[in-house]
């Protein structure tokens, strides 16, 4: 993936980056995203297949700003092969959708058909029984406050 896609996907207005809006974070999410020694050329490729669905996505971790998780496996935050979000109602920060929306579920099964998918953690308010049906049969309950996780492959 180039530099120039990293760059268009930073910058479509689809992803919001937590960091940015909040004081107390050291704001490296978009670093991340534009940085090949943070974000597998995959990870990039799948969030682009899934923003291009038309979902907006506000990211709660990527790389940096997650625990290191090498531990799990290969495909982890730590080796660029993941991040951890929430679907937004649209493109302002904050406005998040309501696990329960049928739009939620969509999301989640929208993204198992996405380029290098490789699997879905659900985690607090996103871990209701209708989203781990969504997600279909690659995802596991994932640790910590409420999130969804993408994993890719590669």
């Excluded at 937590?18 to 991340?32: F, G, L, N, S």
């Excluded at 669905?53 to 982890?76: F, P």
Aim: charged share 20%; proline share 5%.
């Amino acid at each position: 993936m180039s530099a120039e896609a990293r760059q268009t996907l930073v910058d479509s207005g689809h992803l919001i980056f937590q960091d940015e809006h909040d004081d107390t974070a050291d704001p490296t999410q978009r670093a991340d995203f534009l940085d090949p020694r943070y974000t597998n050329t995959n990870l990039i490729a799948f969030t682009a297949a899934l923003i291009a669905k038309g979902y907006h996505v506000e990211i709660t971790a990527v790389n940096r700003d997650h625990s290191d998780d090498s531990a799990l496996g290969y495909h982890c935050h730590h080796n660029g092969f993941a991040w951890d979000g929430w679907p937004l109602t649209g493109p302002i920060p904050g406005e998040y959708l309501d696990q329960s929306d049928p739009v939620f579920a969509r999301f989640l099964g929208d993204a198992t058909s996405c380029a290098f998918y490789l699997k879905t953690g659900l985690a607090g308010e996103a871990a209701t029984p209708e989203n781990f049906a969504a997600a279909g049969a690659a995802v596991f309950h994932d640790d910590g406050a409420d999130h969804v996780h993408f994993e890719v492959n590669g």
